[in-house]
């Protein structure tokens, strides 16, 4: 099994955001997931946002095309 190296793409302001971005991708068939910028995940937990954002990570072969993405939701 050929291991897929991960990258991070783009840090979101907030869980909203990330979620509409992981949205978009999944959309142009590109699979992504996102973690927490900081240690304080019980803040996304308790309170439903996150205060230092969120890291969005893709496989390294999408990262061009995902760049392309954000630039065209005007994120880049």
């Known amino acids: 099994m050929d291991e897929v190296k991960v990258v991070k793409i783009f ?4 869980n909203l ?9 999944k959309q ?5 997931y996102k973690k927490d910028a900081d240690e304080s995940g019980f803040m996304n937990i308790y309170g439903g946002n996150s205060m230092c954002g969120e890291e969005i990570y893709v496989a390294e072969t ?12 005007g994120l880049e």
């Open 11 to 14: 840090t979101s302001q907030d």
């Open 28 to 32: 142009n068939g590109i699979p992504a």
């Open 17 to 25: 955001q990330a979620e509409m971005i992981l949205d978009t991708l």
């Open 62 to 73: 999408d990262a061009e095309r995902v760049t392309q993405i954000l630039q065209e939701m």
